[in-house]
């Protein structure tokens, strides 16, 4: 086109360069009388249009609804969340679709695992396969965590919930009762997983974890079968504001982040500030958790999530220094060398008081902490069937925890607070 308007610009100037000096003013009488210069479009080149509306961006994710008019170069992704605490995942925006990455998928994982989420109503992105590729805002979603429910809760789409793994150990009233009435369907667990039963609800997403263990695994029957799977990986992450961080997560594909980052910064601001607290404190009161099992005492890693629940909390804990992520795996001896002397003994499992300890190991009795009284277990919120809600919506509200823990080390500190995960045993 430039070079057209061109040629037809040299030619228009070499025909003025021959016209005479001075045009004659008489009229040919064959010609039309001068007129002023026609306001008209010569027939060959197309009247002006109104340029074209420009399609607007929107202002807020769409929750509910399928883009109808794409435009490329449009950000449909207004609202974003930012990953500030988590080190096991990342969220990245490219207008029409978002790339999540989950570093580490299982323990021992060499290779990342990523998910292109589509907006609907808009096309494919080029460099992923299909079983990575998944269209939002999803519809439907079946859990094999109870981990994930507080997450939908929180942003509001509990009720697209339509199956779990199991529900026995649910703890959320609200998908109890959906459960109860039939509207949840299960669809077991690792490799016996139920694809059929999957298969029959055709459900937008199933978010699984991976022990990196094929007999523990659902996901890779799941994949096969053509189903839409996601990796959530929160249970690897090293610090409670970290799991928590994996709300974002989850709201990406609702594309509610908004939501997600709103109650986590909430939660956030919290927990720094209950921290700042216990730092503050008179003192650092020497803590343990747990109770062996077949011979072995798991004790938390000092960089752990739940170390550092018991660091930010303002106690000395005496594994603190190992660089273990998981578990120590240690022998009742090792545990009572480093701890017979230790102010309080948390987080016991299924020991509903202080005679069922002793009856467990007599042993137990030794324990400063045992004679002191100061035996507190995270199974304040059990359900009837065995689930324990400090597994289930604690992870979303660390700050509650952290509350909780501040309150009995420093009991001067928070008086007037009332136990949520917590009880002293009698």
Known sequence: MLRLFSALTLLALALAACAPAAAPTAVSPTAAPPTAAPTAVPPTVAPPTAAPTAIPAPTANLTDACVTDYAEGVDYFPEKATVDYSAGFTIEYFNHY??????????????????????CGTPKPKGFIEEQII??????????????????EQIGVLDRLVGLDDATYVSNPTVLKMAADGKLKMIGTGAT?????????????????????????AHP?????GLKVALNAEWLDTSPLGRAEWGKFIAAFFNREAQAQKAFDETAQKYEALKALAANATGKPKVFVGTPYEGTWYMP?????????????????????TTDTGSLYLAFEEVFDKARDADYWLNLGFVPDLKSLTDQDARFADFAAYQAGNVWNNDARTTPSGGNDYYESAVARPDVVLADLVAILHPELMKD??????????
Do not use: C
């Open 135 to 152: 269209e939002v805002p999803v519809k439907t979603i079946v859990t094999m965590s109870t981990t994930y429910l507080p997450f939908l």
């Open 301 to 321: 890693g000092g960089k752990s999530f739940a170390a550092a629940f018991l660091i930010d909390a303002g106690a000395t804990y005496p594994w603190a220094d």
């Open 193 to 217: 997983v139920n694809v059929e039963q999957a298969l029959d609800l055709r459900p937008d997403l199933i978010m699984a974890y991976s022990s990196g263990s094929p007999e523990y695994d």
């Open 221 to 225: 029957k799941l994949i096969e079968a």
């Open 417 to 426: 607070h009332t136990l949520t995960y917590f009880r002293q045993l009698k």
């Open 98 to 119: 978002k790339v999540l990455t989950v570093k580490t998928p299982f323990p021992g994982a060499t290779e990342s695992f990523q998910y292109a989420l589509v907006q």
